[in-house]
């Protein structure tokens, strides 16, 4: 029998679960990522032709400063370490706290305000901490939750194995 440390101390770990109640975390790989999204309610849709004009592939992230599972630095490290991607990141919060929030991935990121109530529909992804990773065609090829560094390679590894591979033969 579990302590209720040792309860609360699992229960911490996957804290970012909560967000997938009554919602399956599974996305259809394969399928092409839209070029064009409506961010908020009554806006105009904003281009995102970027994700097929990159050399290596596009990671994008879903995160909420509502969210106490959102870690940037899982997003921050990983960016570091890979820079051969183009990243964009989604990022739910309010108006003023969104530059504060983003900072750290100005220059190295498309950075979008958004609500993610009304991204849903559009981009099937149904909870945060999230991250999709996109071949240059603009093809979903990972999708996951992104609650650590290993998450995050998992939800990369088809990029990062073609970018390895690609490599090797020059």
Request: aromatic fraction near 12%.
């Amino acid at each position: 029998m579990r302590t209720v440390n040792e309860v609360d101390q699992s229960e911490k770990q996957l804290d970012h679960r909560r967000f997938l109640k009554g919602v399956s975390s599974v996305y259809k790989l394969g399928g092409y990522f839209p070029t064009e999204i409506i961010l908020f309610s009554k806006a105009t849709s904003i281009s995102l032709d970027w994700i097929k004009q990159v050399g290596s592939g596009s990671i994008l992230f879903f995160m909420s400063s509502y969210c106490s599972a959102c870690h940037t630095e899982v997003v921050e490290d990983f960016i570091e370490k890979f820079p051969q991607f183009d990243y964009g990141i989604f990022y739910e919060t309010s108006e003023e706290q969104f530059a504060e929030h983003t900072k750290p991935f100005l220059g190295k990121a498309h950075l979008y305000p958004c609500d993610l109530s009304r991204l849903k529909p559009q981009t099937q992804v149904n909870s945060v901490p999230y991250a999709l990773a996109l071949n240059k065609m603009g093809q979903v090829t990972g999708a996951g939750v992104i609650g650590t560094d290993t998450e995050m390679q998992q939800v990369a590894y088809p990029l990062l194995a073609v970018y390895a591979r690609n490599n090797d033969k020059k």
